[in-house]
């Protein structure tokens, strides 16, 4: 993993991905991370020597690596979402940039009221990269085409997000037994269908989502 696009855009800067953007059921997921600059050119060689694109991992190193990044000393990190009915509202892409913006505004404004605790220096605005297309909540934004396979903080940003929304989905799994959503996470198997087939949508359901509504009745 690399800092290219980080030490172009220069401190402080916040890397941002999200997690869950195909699945049938459950809230989209986003996080942020920021780490200065100096401290990441050393972790990248250390403790987060293994951070990577999150799909490229497996789970238990994801979320080995996702305490690693919480528990890393100077690290500004936030985990966000958009709910099933903020997707149905919104769509999914409007829905997924509320969820990045959240995020972003919460590592900000950590950022913000930590450097207030430093009078002497002023807080500067926060650099952006963000993974995938522009981003209409966040205009200022670097938007890098596949930047969780090529910026460390996206990287460590889709490894909160992806953590964030299995465990929501474990948790989907104990409140709706029978969907299945510990196994697949909600994501368009035929398990899935089956069991939206037989038993109908439960509340997380996207019922804006063209095989929710197509196999179901309201």
């Given at each position: 993993m690399?800092?290219?696009?980080?030490?172009?855009?220069?401190?402080?800067?916040?890397?941002?991905?999200?997690?869950?953007?195909?699945?049938?059921?459950?809230?989209?997921f986003?996080?942020?991370?920021?780490l200065?600059?100096?401290?990441?050119?050393?972790?990248?060689?250390?403790?987060?020597?293994?951070?990577?694109?999150?799909?490229k991992?497996?789970?238990?190193?994801?979320?080995?690596?996702?305490?690693?990044?919480?528990?890393?000393?100077?690290?500004?990190?936030?985990?966000?979402?958009?709910?099933?009915?903020?997707?149905?509202?919104?769509?999914?892409?409007?829905?997924?940039?509320?969820?990045?913006?959240?995020?972003?505004?919460?590592?900000?404004?950590?950022?913000?009221?930590?450097?207030?605790?430093q009078?002497?220096?002023?807080?500067?605005?926060?650099n952006?990269?963000?993974?995938?297309l522009?981003v209409?909540?966040?205009?200022?934004?670097?938007?890098i085409?596949?930047?969780?396979?090529?910026?460390?903080?996206?990287?460590?940003?889709?490894?909160?997000?992806?953590?964030?929304?299995?465990?929501?989905?474990?948790?989907?799994?104990a409140?709706?037994p029978g969907?299945?959503?510990?196994?697949?996470?909600?994501?368009?198997?035929?398990?899935?269908?089956?069991?939206?087939?037989?038993?109908?949508?439960?509340?997380e359901?996207?019922?804006?989502?063209?095989?929710?509504?197509?196999?179901?009745?309201?």
């Amino acid at each position: 993993m690399k800092l290219e696009f980080e030490i172009k855009s220069g401190d402080p800067v916040m890397g941002i991905d999200e997690a869950g953007r195909g699945p049938l059921a459950g809230p989209v997921f986003a996080a942020a991370v920021h780490l200065p600059l100096e401290q990441a050119l050393v972790l990248m060689n250390g403790e987060w020597a293994s951070i990577n694109d999150s799909k490229k991992l497996s789970e238990k190193k994801r979320d080995t690596l996702a305490e690693t990044i919480k528990n890393t000393k100077g690290c500004i990190w936030a985990i966000a979402s958009a709910t099933a009915a903020e997707i149905d509202r919104l769509n999914i892409l409007r829905a997924t940039h509320l969820a990045m913006k959240r995020a972003h505004d919460n590592v900000a404004a950590a950022y913000a009221a930590k450097r207030q605790a430093q009078p002497e220096d002023s807080a500067p605005l926060m650099n952006v990269l963000v993974d995938g297309l522009a981003v209409s909540t966040l205009p200022h934004a670097v938007n890098i085409v596949k930047g969780d396979a090529k910026s460390l903080l996206i990287a460590a940003a889709s490894i909160l997000a992806k953590t964030a929304r299995d465990a929501y989905c474990m948790d989907m799994d104990a409140k709706y037994p029978g969907y299945g959503f510990a196994k697949h996470k909600g994501y368009p198997t035929a398990a899935h269908f089956a069991v939206l087939r037989e038993l109908g949508p439960c509340p997380e359901h996207r019922r804006s989502f063209g095989p929710v509504s197509q196999l179901t009745l309201f």
